[in-house]
């Protein structure tokens, strides 16, 4: 079958699997325990995370710090056991690298404005980043993908030189041929894939060229997140060594005029890279020259368990991060990315969620499964903390039943359907059309799956490691036409927010919407964790060699 991942080694499939065999789903009827989620208590902890006083919860921060506490009070309150030998955080070792605003680029002899047109990081350790005369090279997507039959890196040495990459992948640009997973993005189309390939090929550097469409986003995320300090995982030296020496993005009206300077249509060449596998040597070069600097300091995870009766070693897993973009000083007006929705209210939910299971379990409702919340840090950064968590977990890997991941709740009102991101992937998916199903809602694929949003959040972590997780919420169908009225106008509010400083709490936010998805993944969770199921991939996903269905 198709692989998507070189990095997901057959040699994983039993330690995912655990010497457990994959149960049959059972079909007898699981009792449903009503419970009456506190809107207010979760109006609360989003507008407290996501109030200035926590200064848009960048990790490594005071901001941080104000957060750990929060949450590790609230999971104490709950009477929940700190996962880490008794203590509620996990520390990730970080390395945060922040570039100078002051950058000079000159591409093909075109002088590049930071942050206007191009924006350049370095996730080395060192005080001065210097680039003289380095060979350009388009490399279409930049994909490397024996089981596709492309690479777009055939016959050419990249020591030395900057690699030029599209963002997503051919099947964007063509679906209708069938190339890779047609208009759903695969994980070829990722930018950390495509950072992480050129550094693989020995390149010195490698620039995305950004398109709103097929990035899903505009450049004022790119420009809000990807400037200032920028966390990464510290790596060994070896690893370090392979790493390009500078990643950034170029806007597409800089790379049109690059090409233009190339004597290249950038259009002509964009529409073979969708076609085959393509790689055209500019004949221009590249100078750079910033300032750059190091800083290393743990960040945490925030991790709680409420222990099952009988099963106690297998867990299900919530997850959802609690840090944000920070604070610009550079901004005029408002300087705080306050996160509310993104993620303020998925912390929030997995809050919610981890109370109702605590009350129940206390009144002599406990669960066989032992259930794990996971506040995770850098998500923002790169799936940062759940990254680390899943090559260091507290709970081993081939005990972890499923995870159910939350990343920006539905604050849009009641919905007809029900959201699965990546929708297809596993049986784990069965538990949720169940759950959905009490509420008379039908299950549906996200509406733009050239976005890749299967590969943008936390349970992705897991994913790679052959653990059934789903990303999921909301839905595109409003429940009446006050709703639909309600959503239009909050989304004209909203319009522009996602990584922005207007992502703050309205108390007008309607959540009844957000409080449907919390009870589907309690109920989800809730009959999962009282059987001996071990939900796996299906045969068309990536993962099903890792923890296959049966």
């Given amino acids: 079958m198709k692989r998507l991942f070189p990095f997901c080694a057959v040699a994983l499939l039993s330690a995912c699997n655990g010497g457990e065999s994959n149960h049959a789903l059972q079909e007898s009827p699981q009792k449903i325990t009503q419970v009456s989620f506190d809107e207010q208590g979760f109006r609360t902890d989003i507008a407290t995370l996501s109030s200035d006083k926590f200064e848009g919860r960048a990790p490594t921060t005071h901001g941080e710090k104000l957060t750990l506490d929060y949450l590790s009070a609230a999971f104490a309150d709950m009477g929940l056991i700190g996962a880490n030998n008794g203590q509620f955080l996990q520390a990730v070792p970080m390395v945060s690298y922040t570039a100078s605003e002051q950058q000079q680029v000159n591409l093909a002899g075109i002088e590049m404005q930071y942050r206007q047109d191009i924006v350049l990081s370095s996730r080395h350790n060192q005080q001065q980043v210097t680039i003289n005369d380095a060979p350009l090279i388009?490399?279409?997507?930049?994909i490397n993908a024996p089981e596709y039959h492309w690479n777009d890196y055939q016959d050419i040495d990249m020591t030395g030189k900057i690699a030029v990459i599209l963002v997503n992948d051919p099947g964007f640009a063509h679906?209708?041929?069938?190339k890779f997973n047609g208009n759903a993005m695969t994980y070829y189309g990722r930018w950390s894939y495509k950072f992480e390939e050129?550094?693989?090929?020995?390149?010195?550097?490698?620039?995305?060229?950004?398109?709103?469409?097929?990035a899903s986003y505009p450049w004022s995320v790119v420009e809000n997140s990807w400037t200032g300090p920028q966390q990464d995982l510290v790596l060994n030296k070896a690893e370090q060594a392979k790493r390009v020496q500078v990643e950034g993005w170029l806007t597409l009206d800089s790379a049109t005029r690059l090409f233009d300077k190339a004597g290249l249509s950038l259009p002509a060449l964009m529409d073979r890279a969708a076609n085959s596998p393509l790689n055209v040597d500019l004949a221009q070069t590249a100078s750079i020259a910033f300032a750059n600097k190091a800083d290393y300091a743990d960040s945490y995870n925030v991790v709680a368990t409420l222990p099952g009766s009988s099963q106690i070693d297998e867990h299900i897993l919530f997850t959802a991060h609690w840090d944000h973009i920070g604070v610009d000083t550079s901004k005029t007006g408002d300087q705080i990315y306050n996160g509310a929705l993104d993620?303020?209210?998925?912390t929030a939910g997995i809050l919610e969620i981890a109370r109702q299971f605590a009350k129940q379990a206390k009144a002599g409702h406990g669960l066989k499964r032992s259930l794990t919340f996971i506040a995770t840090t850098g998500e923002e950064q790169g799936l940062l903390g759940s990254r680390y968590y899943a090559a260091n977990p507290l709970y081993p890997i081939n005990k972890t039943v499923a995870v159910f991941n939350l990343d920006s709740t539905n604050v849009y009102g009641k919905t007809k359907d029900y959201t699965i991101v990546g929708k297809g992937q596993s049986e784990l998916e069965v538990y949720l059309e169940k759950a959905a199903a009490t509420q008379n809602r039908v299950?549906?694929?996200?509406?733009?799956?050239?976005?890749?949003g299967f590969f943008r959040s936390d349970h992705f972590s897991f994913a790679k490691l052959g653990v059934p997780a789903v990303f999921a919420g909301g839905g595109t169908e409003p429940l009446d036409e006050a709703t639909a009225q309600y959503k239009a106008a909050m989304s004209e509010q909203m319009?522009?927010?996602?990584?922005?400083?207007?992502?703050?709490?309205r108390a007008d936010w309607d959540l009844s919407g957000a409080l449907q998805d919390l009870a589907v993944y309690y109920h989800a969770a809730e009959t999962l964790a009282n059987t001996q199921d071990w939900p796996g991939y299906y045969a068309s996903s990536e993962f099903n060699s890792l923890r296959p269905a049966k």
């Fill in 138 to 142: 388009f490399v279409g997507y930049g």
């Fill in 175 to 178: 679906p209708n041929d069938k």
């Fill in 198 to 214: 050129a550094s693989r090929q020995g390149a010195l550097g490698a620039i995305i060229i950004h398109d709103t469409k097929p």
């Fill in 343 to 346: 993620n303020a209210s998925g």
């Fill in 443 to 452: 299950t549906t694929g996200e509406s733009n799956p050239a976005s890749g």
């Fill in 495 to 505: 319009k522009g927010c996602y990584h922005n400083v207007c992502d703050h709490y």
